[in-house]
C-alpha cells in the first residue's frame, strides 16, 4: 500500500511544471489560459489508461476531466476537483520568481503553490497511481482539472455545471481549503476540514455628485467625498456576529486563556476580544464570525480640475450562513444610513452561503477522519468555514456532499497557510505534498470499494 513519502516526488515536479505554466487569471475573460496546464494534465493522466476529456468555454480556458469508471452505477462516486489559475502577482515583492517553481530548502515556491495547485498536482498524482494500479471502485472516481475558480467559475465550474453537469456530478467532492493543524493545550492535534461557505455578494456602490470646477470646492457636491465617507461606514460597520456550533467547534481547538476564549463566544464581547488578538489571528476570527464589507475598487473622476458627478465603488461582501440577499440591502441601509439614499445599487456577483452535512456518520467525514490518523495518531477533525469563495458551493447547490480539505506537514499551521495564501513567497513543503497525495489515495480506495 502507497505511503506518503512515495508520493512525494512526482507531486513535486507536476506541482512545479503547473507553478510555471503561469496561468494568472486577472478576472477578464482573456486571462487565465489554463489551456496550458490541462493540457500538462492531460498528458499527464492519458498515459494511465483512463478516460479523459477536455471542455472549452472560452478560447484558452480549457477544463479537463479524467475518470475511472465504477463497476456498479448506483454505488457513490467521488470527485477530486483542483482548479488550474492562480491569481496575479506582483514580482517585487517576491524573494524568488514566483513562476519558477523552485524547489529550496523543502518548499516547492511560486503562485499557486498554497493556492491550490499544490491539492491539484497531489490529486491527480493519487488518481494517476489508483489508474496505474487497476483500481476497480464500485463508484466512479472522477478528477476534475478546472479554470477560473479565481474569478467565480463563469469560465469553469459554473460553466460546467451548466454545461455538462452529467461529466462532473458525483456524491462527494473533495477540494480546497482545508488540511491545516493545530494543537491544542490538552496535546490534542485538530485537523481543520471545511464543510460550509461564505456567500459572495459583491456590490456596486454608484455615488451621485454635481459637477463643478475644482478651483471652487466650497459647499459642492461632490461624489468623491460622498464616496469616501460611504467608504468610512463600511468599515466602521458592526452587523451582529454568528456564533454556530462550527465556530465553538474552532474557539474549542484554540489555545487562548479561557477569558479570550469566553470572549468569542460572546455576542456581547466578541468585537472588542477580537481586537486584542494579534493582527493574523484577528482577521481570521472576524471574517468567521461577520459578514464583512471590504471597497476594494472605486472608479471616478474625468479631470483634476473637475468635481466628478459619478463614482462607482466596487464592495466584497462576504455573507456568514442563514443571510438572504435581502438581508445585504439590510445591512448597507443600516451601514450608510442617511446616505444610503444617494447610493444605486447594483449587483456584480451573487452565491448564497452553502454547507455540507458532517460529522460521525456521514461517509466521506468518516473516512477522511480514518485516514487522517496516518499522518496525525488521535487526531479529531475540526469542522471548518471557508470564509472566501470555492467550487464547491456549485455541488453543494444541487445537493452534494463537498468538503475543503487536504492534509499538511505540522510546518503549515492556520497562520502559515494564511500568510503564503495570496501573498508574497508563497511555498509549500514537499512534506505536505505527499501528506495529501496519500491522503486522497487512501480516502478513494476506502470510499469507493
Not at 464581547?269 to 475598487?297: E, G, K, Q
Not at 452561503?353 to 496525525?376: I, N
Request: hydrophobic residues 35%.
Amino acid at each position: 500500500m502507497a505511503s506518503a513519502e512515495e508520493f512525494e516526488g512526482p507531486t513535486t515536479e507536476l506541482l512545479q511544471t503547473l507553478i510555471r505554466n503561469e496561468c494568472v487569471n486577472d478576472g477578464t475573460p482573456d486571462s487565465g489560459f489554463e489551456t496550458r496546464s490541462s493540457d500538462t494534465l492531460v498528458q499527464y493522466l492519458e498515459g494511465s489508461g483512463v478516460d479523459v476529456q477536455t471542455f472549452t468555454p472560452h478560447p484558452g480556458r480549457d477544463s479537463m476531466v479524467a475518470r475511472i469508471e465504477g463497476s456498479d452505477p448506483g454505488a457513490p462516486s467521488l470527485c477530486l476537483m483542483g482548479h488550474t489559475d492562480v491569481v496575479p502577482v506582483t514580482p517585487s515583492g517576491w524573494e524568488r520568481d514566483p513562476f519558477g517553481g523552485e524547489l529550496v530548502d523543502g518548499e516547492v515556491w511560486g503562485r499557486g503553490a498554497i493556492d491550490m495547485l499544490n491539492l491539484t498536482s497531489s490529486m491527480a498524482v493519487a488518481f494517476r497511481r489508483l489508474a496505474d494500479e487497476g483500481f476497480t471502485p464500485k463508484g466512479d472516481l472522477i478528477f476534475f482539472g478546472v479554470g477560473d475558480e479565481e474569478a467565480g467559475g463563469v469560465h469553469g465550474a459554473e460553466w460546467m455545471a451548466e454545461h455538462h453537469w452529467d461529466v462532473i456530478d458525483a456524491d462527494y467532492v473533495l477540494t480546497e481549503l482545508g488540511g491545516w493543524s493545530t494543537e491544542s493545550a490538552d496535546g490534542v492535534r485538530h485537523v481543520t476540514v471545511n464543510v460550509n461557505e461564505k456567500g459572495l455578494s459583491w456590490r456596486r456602490l454608484r455615488v451621485r455628485g454635481t459637477p463643478g470646477h475644482g478651483s471652487m470646492p466650497f459647499g459642492a457636491d461632490n461624489a468623491l467625498v460622498k464616496s469616501a465617507e460611504i467608504v468610512r461606514r463600511l468599515t466602521e460597520y458592526r452587523p451582529s456576529p454568528l456564533i454556530d456550533e462550527i465556530w465553538r467547534a474552532q474557539v474549542a481547538t484554540m489555545n487562548v486563556p479561557d477569558d479570550i476564549r469566553a470572549g468569542l463566544l460572546d455576542p456581547a464581547r466578541i468585537w472588542d476580544t477580537i481586537a486584542t488578538l494579534p493582527t493574523p489571528v484577528a482577521r481570521t476570527c472576524h471574517a468567521h464570525t461577520h459578514t464583512t464589507f471590504s471597497p476594494n475598487v472605486v472608479h471616478g473622476g474625468a479631470k483634476t480640475n473637475i468635481i466628478p458627478d459619478v463614482v462607482d465603488l466596487h464592495v466584497d461582501i462576504r455573507t456568514v450562513p442563514g443571510t438572504t440577499q435581502d438581508d445585504v440591502m439590510g445591512h448597507l441601509r443600516d451601514a450608510l444610513g442617511d446616505l444610503f439614499g444617494h447610493v444605486e445599487v447594483d449587483v456584480l456577483q451573487n452565491s448564497n452561503p452553502t454547507s455540507s452535512p458532517f460529522g460521525a456518520g456521514t461517509p466521506l467525514w468518516d473516512a477522511m477522519e480514518r485516514h487522517t490518523q496516518t499522518a496525525y495518531p488521535n487526531a479529531q477533525l475540526v469542522p471548518g468555514l471557508v470564509v472566501g469563495g470555492t467550487d464547491a458551493r456549485f455541488y453543494r447547490e444541487r445537493g452534494r456532499t463537498a468538503y475543503g480539505a487536504g492534509l499538511y506537514s505540522r510546518n503549515v499551521d492556520f497562520a502559515t497557510f494564511g500568510s503564503r495564501f495570496h501573498g508574497h513567497n508563497e511555498r509549500i513543503d514537499v512534506e505536505s505534498l505527499g501528506l495529501s497525495a496519500n491522503f486522497w489515495y487512501h480516502i478513494a480506495r476506502d470510499l469507493l470499494t
